[in-house]
């Protein structure tokens, strides 16, 4: 790459190899070109075996989106009140005056866990953004709290854990192998759609691909069979199908003997999962299970692929759990093309010490869940949190309890620092804006957490106005802070090389000379990569069903079921019959490109969407403008009617900004901020609301 060449209009032209930053599994290799210091075009990598030459429908429009009026250009202050978005621009120097004064009065007084550094997924780089922790070097010399990155996967890979021994599972592309595909609660037409490329490979050579989710989504549509269950039954299902395999004989005998540990519990568990009791539990047709366990009975390899969105209520991490135990009784684990796919994040053995420098604290520092921020402003005060750094993040829309996050907020004690692209929700609340650089104009190094490949990241135009990288900022606030640790002023490149020398087995041959050239690399697995070959990470070495880590952090021994908590309570469920799901968003990434008009208005207005039966028990019609409410929260939505929904479930989804919609709230508003069963994960999906038409 990096290659010179001609501009259809004789200009030169250059490409830069770069990759998407967006909290998305597919993680693509770009290449920008680049004509007269202007980026001319973008397009996913040709050559890259799963970009395969595209990008999505949302960052094809990248480029627009770095020039878009409303990008932050400049730093800002506050001159109205919290929540009023009123600002004048300032320079770099009076801005980091002002932070550096005001963390060091906070330090002084209340200690360095008054900090918090509340970093978000808008960035997932090991340089500017989450994987890496950047700024993480300056939080832990300044003894900040440590931020609980809770929001998306962590009940899921706490689970998987569990069973595993690790979350990473199979190599995503080596579905193209199974013959019978299970997609758990996967949309992954909208949410990373280069897998489905690999899904319909493997359909169109015979395989079986079957999703499992209570909307008939575009994924299902295009599935072989949608099983549309109860939400957050997932794992009463899988133990559903296994029940069937036992009544077949078709357990892994070998595999169980030799391989696993628990089976005798694990096998009583199972036979209490009758196709009846699974049938009434996931609200599905008896003939569902047994047809679908008789499938899985007889079809090697199956290959599985659960992601975030099931994962998201009081049994998620349970429901991981359980589905990484499945393919160790039918011994799928064994077969290229068979396990299951969760996440590959942890493949890349990149030597994160070395960027986060953990050595650099002072001292033990407590952890704030990301998606506690509502409670955390509001109660927490030993000591409380006096000073909140945003970067990456917009939790005045993204995260649950919204209002007593805004209320948080809104704290005229709290200063809140927001390092931005454009002006968010979260923005409006802010003290001081930072304006930040895109992808396209720093430096970065990503990973992907759905594929096995890492990718190098070559600014290709300067930052317009005054945008500075979060590395920049971080090593200009620390010298404004007067520290003199070296390591807090690495360059980009310094870091860069610290974390791929580690050593690792997967980084062989890999450093940042070839990364530059090439622009990006699959890490040392084979491929087809059977990931347990030799044994499982576990304490046993074994797959187990029964774990004494589990046990010992407070969960069952024994892998099972764990309902959803609002979902599945009946009393709540006659006042609140409806259980909201809030998936993602096609055209918007979380919140991200929710301000790109030309996406808004193919995304629509916010909407909720409810079977023809539920609309018309309620008398709405479509169209009508409705208000979805529970003792939590409410927010307005246009109704859509459509049996793509199972009875009892409302549909929107995530991502748009109240104020550009003119809501008060979003869906957040509905959400509550309790923890799933492990990790501290979040519970979007475990809600239960009412829908009524708006006054
Ligand atoms: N276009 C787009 N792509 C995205 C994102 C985005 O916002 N927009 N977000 C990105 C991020 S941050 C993430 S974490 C991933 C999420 O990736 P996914 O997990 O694929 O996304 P979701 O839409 O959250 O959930 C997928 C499906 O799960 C279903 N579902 C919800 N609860 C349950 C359940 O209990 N059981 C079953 N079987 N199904 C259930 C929903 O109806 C939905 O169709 O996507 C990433 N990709
Ligand atoms: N109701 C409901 N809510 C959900 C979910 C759901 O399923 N339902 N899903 C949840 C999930 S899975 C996730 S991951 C979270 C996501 O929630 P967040 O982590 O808050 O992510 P975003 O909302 O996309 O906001 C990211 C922001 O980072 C900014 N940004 C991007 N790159 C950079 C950078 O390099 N530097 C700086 N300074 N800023 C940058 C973007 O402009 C954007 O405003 O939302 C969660 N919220
Ligand atoms: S959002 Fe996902 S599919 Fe779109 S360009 Fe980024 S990594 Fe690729
Ligand atoms: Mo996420």
Request: proline residues 6%; contains cysteine; negative net charge.
């Amino acid at each position: 790459m990096n290659r010179d060449g001609r501009a259809p209009a004789g200009r030169a032209l250059k490409i830069l190899p770069g990759g998407c930053p967006l909290d998305c599994p597919d993680a693509c290799s770009w290449q920008v070109e680049v004509a007269d210091g202007v980026a001319v075009g973008l397009r996913g990598t040709p050559e890259h075996p799963y970009t395969r030459g595209t990008l999505c429908v949302k960052v094809n429009q990248y480029l627009e989106h770095t020039r878009a009026p409303d990008r932050l250009l400049h730093p800002l202050r506050r001159t109205g009140r919290k929540g009023e978005g009123r600002f004048e621009r300032i320079g770099w120097d009076e801005a980091l005056d002002e932070i550096a004064g005001r963390l060091t009065e906070v330090i002084d007084r209340y200690g360095g866990q008054a900090v918090w550094p509340y970093q978000g997924t808008g960035n997932l780089g090991y340089l500017q953004g989450l994987q890496g922790r950047a700024g993480s070097r300056l939080w832990n010399t300044l003894g900040a709290s440590r931020h609980d990155m809770t929001i998306c996967s962590i009940a899921g890979l706490v689970g998987t854990g569990y069973t595993l021994g690790t979350s990473r599972g199979i190599d995503p592309e080596d579905l193209r192998h199974s013959r019978l595909i299970l997609l758990w609660g996967c949309n992954t037409l909208t949410t990373s759609h280069h897998l489905w490329k690999v899904l319909s490979q493997a359909q169109r050579s015979g395989a079986y691909v079957v999703a499992i989710d209570h909307v008939l989504t575009r994924t299902a549509r295009l599935a072989d069979e949608h099983v549309p269950l109860n939400p957050g039954t997932d794992a009463a299902l899988a133990l559903g199908l296994l029940n069937v395999v036992l009544s077949l004989g078709a357990e892994d005998r070998t595999y169980l003997a030799e391989r696993t540990v628990g089976w005798p519990e694990f096998r009583a568990r199972i036979e209490q999962f009758t196709p009846r009791r699974t049938a009434e539990i996931c609200g599905l047709p008896v003939e569902t299970v047994e047809r679908l366990g008789r499938r899985l009975a007889v079809t090697r390899p199956t290959g599985m692929k659960a992601a975030q969105g099931i994962q998201r209520h009081a049994g998620g991490g349970m429901a991981l759990r359980t589905l990484a135990a499945l393919p160790g009784v039918t011994g799928d684990w064994k077969l290229p093309g068979g396990g299951l796919a969760y996440s590959t994040d942890g493949y890349f053995g990149g030597d994160r010490e070395a960027l986060f420098r953990d050595d650099l604290l002072p001292g033990p520092v407590r952890s704030l869940s990301m998606t506690r921020i509502g409670e955390a402003l509001t109660t927490v005060d030993d000591p409380p949190v006096k000073a909140l750094f945003v970067y990456g993040a917009n939790p005045a829309t993204a995260v649950g309890g919204q209002s007593q996050v805004r209320a948080g907020l809104l704290r005229e004690d709290l200063f809140t620092v927001v390092m931005e692209h454009f002006r968010t929700d979260t923005v409006d609340y802010a003290d001081i804006v930072l304006p930040a650089t895109m992808q396209t104009e720093h430096t970065d190094l990503l990973d992907g957490y759905g594929h096995m490949y890492i990718t190098w990241n070559e600014p290709a135009v300067a930052p317009p106005g005054e945008c500075l990288s979060t590395t920049e900022t971080f090593r200009r606030l620390a010298a404004r802070l007067g520290l003199t640790d070296p390591a807090l002023f690495d360059s980009d490149e310094d870091l860069a090389r610290a974390l791929l020398s580690g050593g690792h087995p997967s980084l062989d041959g890999i450093d940042l000379d070839r990364l530059r050239r090439e622009g990006y690399a699959r890490l040392n697995y084979p491929s087809p990569y059977v990931p347990f070959a030799d044994g499982f990470p576990t304490p046993s070495g074994k797959l187990e069903f029964v774990s004494a880590t589990a046990a010992a952090d407070g969960y069952d021994p024994l892998t099972g079921y764990t309902p959803p908590q609002e979902a599945a309570d009946p009393e709540l469920a006659r006042r609140l019959p409806l259980v909201l799901i809030s998936s993602a968003p096609h055209f918007f990434l979380n919140t991200t490109f929710a301000n790109r008009q030309s996406l808004v208005r193919r995304a629509g207005t916010p909407f909720v969407e409810l079977h023809p039966d539920d609309a018309a028990a309620r008398g709405l019609a479509e169209g009508a403008l409705v208000r979805i409410f529970n003792d939590r929260g409410d927010f307005t939505a246009r109704l859509q009617v459509s049996d793509a929904v199972r009875r009892g479930v409302a549909r929107t989804t995530k991502g748009w900004w109240s104020k550009l919609t003119g809501n008060r709230a979003g869906v957040n508003a509905t959400v509550d901020e309790r923890d799933a069963d492990m990790g501290g994960g979040a519970v979007f999906h475990d809600n239960r609301v009412e829908v009524s038409a708006a006054e």
